[in-house]
């Protein structure tokens, strides 16, 4: 089992940057594919960004590519989600999950162990 703890949401106004960190216990998060998923009121939770556990392959939904990053410390037990350039649209609260499996992929149903969420407004 794996513990996950979603932080540093907040408001930003649009073009501004929040980094989100998911703080892992329980197992090392080495083991683990990790994701960012979001979910707006009103709508289904939806895939943001994915990290593998090995060979560090990345997979990013083309609504955030080229303006949020995934990446992960092992030795903090922490995956970080930097968003940039933010939109009014990415207002949404914000979920960490893992994955036993290797690949990062898109479906919410196909992670193990998901975080309580943390929420990210944007003004604009």
């Known amino acids: 089992q794996v513990q996950l703890v979603e932080s540093g949401g907040g408001l930003a106004q649009a073009g501004g940057s929040l980094r989100l960190s998911c703080a892992a216990s329980g197992r090392p998060i080495r083991s683990y594919t990790m994701g960012w998923f979001r979910q707006a009121p009103g709508k289904e939770r939806e895939f943001v960004a994915g990290?593998?556990?090995?060979?560090?392959?990345?997979l990013y939904a083309d609504s955030v590519k080229g303006r949020f990053t995934i990446s992960r410390d092992n030795a903090k037990n922490t995956v970080y989600l930097q968003t940039n350039s933010l939109k009014p649209e990415d207002t949404a609260v914000y979920f960490c999950?893992?994955?036993?499996?290797?690949?990062?992929?898109?479906?919410?149903?196909?992670?193990?162990?998901w975080g309580q969420g943390t929420h990210i407004t944007v003004s604009s």
């Open positions: 990290l593998s556990w090995s060979v560090g392959v990345t």
């Open positions: 999950a893992a994955r036993r499996q290797f690949e990062p992929v898109t479906t919410p149903r196909e992670y193990d162990y």
